[in-house]
Each structure stands twice: as structure tokens, then as C-alpha cells.
């Protein structure tokens, strides 16, 4: 379409639409838009600022840059649509979330959202508006329509749940397994750099790989090519009937043109079903896929079974951009790709080349074009699009949506949502979105009428001389109020996460805005029951929601990508657990005495000889004091090693843990320090779910310090939040270097002891 309609016409029409060079607007989720295309818009203002006309030469610049590096119209619109869908599945989301108040209460489904109440910068929602919106989504996405080969996608990707077993070229006994290669890229490079730190020769490698990542970018652009051409195809279709679809298209089951996830109804997806077990990233069954405007989603596991081909394609698209990558051959591609440098490089380029030719096959003989939109109906739906009152509002709507996902978590916890703070004015409800002397939401328990909680917007808190204004606080009522739940909503592209620290390091710097120093901040001021700093776009390095930062009492999780379609199932269970009625009534018991013990192994190299004799002196013991066992063992980052981190049990006994244990490859080690600090941490997400352990370090080395752990982990902030938690902690002193430091700062503590293997089978294997 490049000859039809001008890239850098419609590279215009979005910048200036999107108010670019305004300052802040850059700074949100429209920054994803760019960065899809590899362009930095702060790097592009930064030498600009101060100019005179100075937002017109940003402008200028920015459409520039778009237009050059968009390599087709339809990418151009499918990353403005991907955007876009977000706000669209907030503002469905917020409707249905109002609409349960006035079927209620009575009255109109109209709601107005605003800030601090004024007309000036707000939106209107109702079902009217959200259907104008759908109306031109549907229009720009179909900027080109055309025939997908479904047989030749599922060729190509054959996702069984388990691996991508598809190969390039397609259907060749011997081929490149090309699409699990390309997942596993994903911890290729952060292992690669780690060993050409050490290794010089492993530099050649680490220049090539960003040719493979950039080829596999450009393959994943055009297997979204095919997604939004099937959903332009089922959009010409409008009551999903297969009469309706396009006759040469291949038959498309009825389910696929309705798929709804559960709780989302009129939102369809692609999505395919993965387990924990087979991908890395995934802590339960889930569907994993896009949605119809080709964001990645992660919904929990329907079992529905495979419905479409095109469900493979979008499942492979959403794992590549979300980071997870089968588990099945990790340690067999390390052990193979990290023979020699020349071996990971020729394997690099082969993916790249592999790439190239399967982006081509894809767009030329899979897909073929069968229409496209003229420039005027383009130019007009785009420019009515941007003129939506999403894109002005989007940091409140945000706002406005975690609420609201918040209220959900509470409902599903068995509470039951009121909303005094959204009031009838007329034929409209309004929703003031600022500081409120008065909570905006109350809860009450379904099972306890009586014990009832109150949601804060924006309450003006006062901790240490220092206000603290959380977007969403659910707290205690009456005059000794107590929050119990603090959620912050961030909407700023790419946060850095901060320097690691433990809640005893009290209050960060005011002007430290970095996710942990936020955590920080309202745990230590307002020492709610559980902490959520929750970021719209990523948080770099990716987190894991379900770790806890904090202690058991005073939790911390940060979550990026945190938007529709993509709410952690742990947010879920740690509102639930921050709002159960002991916490509501003030009652705080003592941690529970310990009835599980977690054996952290260290399985490198140096242990070998020692494990078989200590193992053997466990197994020789009695533990019928203990109700479960388990282990974590652990070896170190990167090359040549099988695994980081493993767990197993839980087990009845000690002897059928260690039969279990036994099968476990072996790991290498060949620095210092091992991965203990990661150990420590899968301990603490243990405890986080279970409760206090009694836990047993077998190691010969000390663990990374924070610096050199390639995930930011302190081993002495994961110590320590077990002993708050009121875990006992022993380490075994047989094989301890005597200079090792890792844990001298906990001598002296009740719960820590650091002494002969012996000492710990007599204290602990004796009870019972």
C-alpha cells in the first residue's frame, strides 16, 4: 500500500493526533507505539527542548522517523490499534464494573469520569460509546483484507502444549525447528553476555544476536499480518455466523468467531492453552494469545482444546513478546550452543537467515492480499479514531480501570462492592477521580455483614512528617483507620525497577520514583498487609508479580504489563489474603510454629563428594515431626549448567524426597559463588504460600552479591524475610569456606544457626 496511501501522510495524522511533544504524553503507553518501531521519543525531544517552535519540530522529526521505520501501512495501524485496544478493554471493563451499581440502585448507564469532578478533562462512557468505538476499530483494521493457507500456519508452528515442533522449511524431517528456537532467545542473550563478561571470545556471538532478534521481530510482524487480516475477514461478519465469512477463506469453527474469555464478554481472542510445566514464565494452566486488537493476553486455563490454526500462530506471537520459552530443551541447547563461540554464531545466523525466508513465505504465499482500503476512508477512520476521548484521558482511565480490578479482587474474595462515591446527576452517573475527604467504595462481607472495609482514592495519608497519596487504599474504618491494601497505578513506558533494598532500610529518597523505591515508600509509611506498585507498560528487568519484596506481614509485588487481559493470578489471591476478616478485625496472630522442612542444595561441582555423605545422614534420621518435605536445589547462571533453580516434593517422607532428588542432573558451578541468593528467594515464595518452614543450606560457597546477580536478588533481604516470617533458617558449617561472609549479619538472631550438620539432624530430626 506504499504507493497508495504515504507513510508519512498517516505518520502525520498519528503524531499530531497523539499530541506528541507535549511532554507528558510521550512518556505513557504511546511510547510503545514508537519503541514497536525501534524509535526512542525522548531521544528524539531531548536536543530539541528549549527550540523555538519547539513541539512543531519534534513533531516533525518524530512522523519522520515513524514513516521510515514502519515497513508497511498496515504495521503502522496494527501498533495504533494494539494501543488503542487497551484504553478500548479499560473503559469495557470500567462500564461493566459502574453498570453492577445502577442495575442496583436503579438508574441511567451512563457514566461520567472525571478529575476532582471537573467537565474540562473527562469521558462519558455507555454502551452507545463503546460500540462507536468497536464500529472504528473495525473499520481501520481492515486497512487490508485477504486468504490465510491454515494449513501451511499450523506447519508452521505446531504447538502441541508442550514445544513448537514446527520447522522451516515446512514439514522437512530435518528442519530448523525455527519458532522454539526464536522463544529461546529469551534467555539466550542474558546468558551469553554473562559468559563473555569472563570470556572475551564469546563477544563475536553477542554482535551477531541482535541480527536474530531483529529478523525475529520482523517474522512475529508478519504472522501478525495474518491475525489481523483473520480478524478484518471474521469482522466482515458481524453475527459470527461461517455462512457469513468469507467463502475463500477455509472454514473457521463457529467458536473461534465468538471465543470470549470468561468474565470479558464481546472481546474475542486467539489464544492457545500452556502449562507450567512445558513454559517457562507460567504458574498455572493458561491461554495464552492476542486479543482482537493483537495484545498479548494471559487468561486462565479453559481447556477448550485447539479451535483454530491461527490460535497456534497468536499463542507463539504473545509467548515471543511476553518472554516465555519452552522448558523441554533449554538444557540441551545450552550444552550444544555453548560448545564453542562459532557454534552459537553459526546457529545465530541460521536462525536469522531462517527468519528471513519465513517472514517472505509468510507474506506471499500464505497470506494473499484480496483488498484494501482507500486513502480518504483511511485517513478519515484514523483521524476519528484519534479523536476519541481515550487518548487525552488514558492516565485516568488506567487509573479508573485498576480501581476497578481492585473491586473485582475484593468481589471474587467474597466482598460485596458498594460505590457512595459515584453519584446520579441527572441522567448521568459521576465518578470523581482525585482526592476525596470520603471513600469512594465500601465493602462488605457476603458471610459477616457487619465487617465492612472502605476503598480510598487518592486518600491523603501522613507517615513520618511525609503525605503519601496511593492511587487505591482499602482500609479499616472509623477513627483509628487502618489501610490493609495499597495499590499504585503507573502508566509510564518501560520503569527501571531500582536498587533492591529490604524494608528495614526504612524510607527511599523522595525524588527516587523507580517502582521499588515506590514500593518502599508506602510499605514502610503505611505498613499495609500487602503493597502492589503496578506499572501499565514493563518493568525492566522483568518481574515476577508473585515475589514477595517485602516480609510476611508487610508484602511487596510489582507487576508490569499489568492491563487487561494480563492481571496476575496472584494479585487476585494477594488482595483476598490483605483483606481476609482477620485483618479486617485487627487480629493479628504469631507466625505458626514450622511443620515443613526445605532442604536448599547446592548440586554444583565442589558438593558432590559431600552431598552423598550428607544426604545419607538425612535419610539416616527421623523427621516425623514434619508434616511435608521438600527441596530446592540450585546450581548457577547461565553456561553449561541444567537448571538455576529446581524444586521438588512435596513428600511424605524424607526418604521418598531423597529417591526423588537423586534423578537430578548434576550441576557445574566453575566461579566463586553459586546461585543461592535465587534458592533463597524460590524459599521465600514457598513460605509466601505455605507458611513458615524450617530450612536446611547445604553449600560450599557464598551467593552472588546483588550486583552480580543477573536478576538483582540480595540473599540477605530473602534471609531475612523468612526470619520475619518466622522461618528457622540452619545453614550446615561441614563445607563452608571459613572467610564466607554471606551470613554474618544474621548471628546472633533467634531463628538463624549456622553449625555442623550434626547440630541440625539432633535439634531438628529429634522433635516429634
Given at each position: ?29 504511546i ?21 523555538a ?149 564469546w ?38 455466523r ?101 557454534t ?31 486513502v ?25 480501570w ?60 501522613v ?34 525497577l ?104 547446592d ?5 558432590h ?22 527441596a ?73 552479591t546483588?550486583?552480580?546477580?543477573p ?27 571459613a ?30
Open positions: 500500500m506504499a504507493d497508495v496511501v504515504p507513510h508519512r501522510d498517516l505518520a502525520t495524522l498519528i503524531v499530531d493526533g497523539l499530541e506528541i511533544g507535549t511532554g507528558k504524553q510521550d512518556s505513557g503507553a511510547g510503545e507505539i514508537f519503541g514497536a518501531f525501534g524509535i526512542d521519543l525522548d531521544a528524539i525531544a531531548r536536543p530539541l527542548r528549549g527550540k517552535d519547539e513541539k512543531r519540530l519534534i513533531r516533525r522529526e518524530a512522523a519522520r522517523q515513524l514513516a521510515e521505520s514502519a515497513p508497511s501501512l498496515s504495521a503502522l495501524v496494527s501498533e495504533l490499534l494494539r494501543c488503542g485496544g487497551r484504553y478500548t478493554a479499560m473503559v469495557r471493563d470500567i462500564y461493566a464494573r459502574l453498570a453492577k451499581h445502577a442495575v442496583t440502585t436503579g438508574g441511567p448507564r451512563t457514566f461520567r469520569i472525571s478529575r476532582d469532578g471537573l467537565d474540562v478533562a473527562g469521558v462519558t462512557i455507555s454502551e452507545a460509546f463503546i460500540e462507536r468505538i468497536r464500529s472504528l476499530e473495525r473499520t481501520v483494521r481492515a486497512v487490508e483484507t485477504g486468504t490465510i493457507d491454515e494449513d501451511a500456519v499450523r506447519s508452521f508452528v505446531l504447538w502441541d502444549g508442550g514445544g513448537l515442533y514446527g520447522t522451516w522449511p515446512v514439514d522437512s524431517a530435518d528442519g530448523f525447528r525455527l519458532p522454539d528456537a526464536l522463544l529461546h532467545l529469551a534467555w539466550l542473550r542474558p546468558a551469553l553476555q554473562a559468559r563473555a563478561e569472563h570470556e572475551p571470545a563477544s563475536g556471538p553477542l554482535a551477531v544476536i541482535g541480527a536474530a532478534e531483529n529478523a525475529g521481530k520482523a517474522l512475529v510482524a508478519a504472522g501478525e499480518r495474518l491475525v489481523r487480516a483473520h480478524l478484518a475477514n471474521l469482522d466482515r461478519a458481524p453475527v459470527f461461517l455462512t457469513d465469512v468469507d467463502p475463500q477463506l477455509h472454514e473457521w469453527p463457529q467458536q473461534v468467531a465468538t471465543a470470549e474469555p470468561a468474565g470479558r464478554p464481546g472481546q474475542r481472542v486467539l489464544v492457545a492453552t500452556a502449562t507450567p510445566e512445558h513454559l517457562h514464565g507460567v504458574n498455572e494452566p493458561s491461554d495464552i494469545g492476542l486479543d482482537e486488537h493483537l495484545d498479548a493476553v494471559v487468561l486462565p486455563g479453559s481447556g477448550r482444546g485447539r479451535q483454530s490454526n491461527l490460535e497456534e500462530l497468536a499463542g507463539f506471537i504473545a509467548m515471543w513478546r511476553l518472554g516465555h520459552w519452552p522448558t523441554a530443551r533449554r538444557a540441551d541447547l545450552e550444552l550444544r550452543l555453548f560448545a564453542t563461540p562459532d552459537l554464531a553459526t546457529w545465530l545466523n541460521q536462525l536469522r537467515t531462517a527468519c528471513d525466508e519465513a517472514s517472505e513465505w509468510l507474506q506471499r504465499r500464505v497470506f494473499r492480499k484480496t483488498g484494501s482500503m482507500s480518504e476512508v483511511l485517513h478519515r477512520a484514523v483521524q476519528e479514531y484519534l479523536n476519541l476521548p481515550l487518548w487525552q484521558n488514558r492516565s485516568l482511565l488506567y487509573e479508573v485498576v480501581l476497578c480490578a481492585t473491586l473485582d479482587a475484593a468481589e471474587h474474595a467474597g466482598w460485596i462492592v458498594e460505590l457512595p462515591g459515584l453519584l446520579q446527576d441527572g441522567d448521568v452517573w459521576r465518578l470523581s477521580e482525585g482526592r476525596t475527604d470520603r471513600p469512594v467504595g465500601m465493602l462488605r462481607h457476603g458471610a459477616t455483614p457487619a465487617a465492612h472495609l472502605e476503598v480510598w482514592r487518592e486518600p491523603a495519608r507517615a513520618g512528617g511525609v503525605e503519601l497519596t496511593p492511587d487505591v487504599a482499602v482500609s479499616t474504618p472509623g477513627d483509628h483507620r487502618r489501610d490493609l491494601l495499597v495499590v499504585e497505578a503507573k502508566d509510564q513506558y518501560e520503569m527501571r531500582g536498587r533492591v533494598r529490604p524494608l528495614s532500610d526504612g524510607m527511599p529518597d523522595p525524588n527516587d520514583k523507580t517502582p521499588i523505591a515506590v514500593a518502599l515508600r508506602y510499605a514502610n509509611g503505611l505498613r499495609p498487609r500487602a503493597t502492589w506498585v503496578c506499572n501499565h507498560c514493563d518493568i525492566k528487568p522483568r518481574q515476577q508479580p508473585e515475589v514477595n519484596r517485602g516480609d510476611f506481614w508487610t508484602r511487596m509485588h510489582l507487576a508490569g504489563q499489568f492491563r487487561p487481559g494480563n492481571v496476575p493470578p496472584e494479585f487476585g489471591a494477594s488482595v483476598s489474603w490483605a483483606l481476609s476478616l482477620g485483618a479486617a478485625e485487627h487480629r493479628v496472630a504469631a507466625p505458626p510454629e514450622p511443620r515443613g522442612l526445605v532442604l536448599v542444595i548440586v554444583t561441582a565442589s558438593m563428594t559431600y552431598l552423598t555423605s550428607a544426604l545419607a545422614r538425612l535419610g539416616a534420621a527421623e523427621w516425623s515431626s514434619f508434616d511435608q518435605i521438600r530446592v536445589l540450585y546450581s548457577d547462571h547461565g553456561y553449561p549448567e541444567p537448571f538455576l533453580v529446581r524444586k521438588f516434593g512435596p513428600a511424605p517422607t524424607m526418604a521418598a524426597l531423597l529417591e526423588a532428588v537423586a534423578v537430578a542432573p548434576s550441576g557445574h558451578g566453575g566461579d566463586v559463588e553459586e546461585a543461592l541468593e535465587d534458592a533463597m528467594q524460590r524459599c521465600r515464595e514457598l513460605v509466601d504460600d505455605l507458611g513458615p518452614q524450617v530450612i536446611l543450606v547445604l553449600t560450599d560457597a557464598p551467593a552472588h546483588v550486583d552480580r546477580c536478576y538483582g536478588i540480595d540473599v540477605q533481604v530473602e534471609t531475612r524475610a523468612l526470619l520475619r516470617a518466622g522461618c528457622r533458617v540452619y545453614v550446615a558449617s561441614d563445607h563452608q569456606p572467610r564466607d561472609a554471606t551470613w554474618a549479619a544474621f548471628a546472633g538472631h533467634p531463628g538463624f544457626r549456622k553449625a555442623p550438620l550434626s547440630e541440625f539432624i539432633g535439634r531438628e530430626g529429634a522433635r516429634g
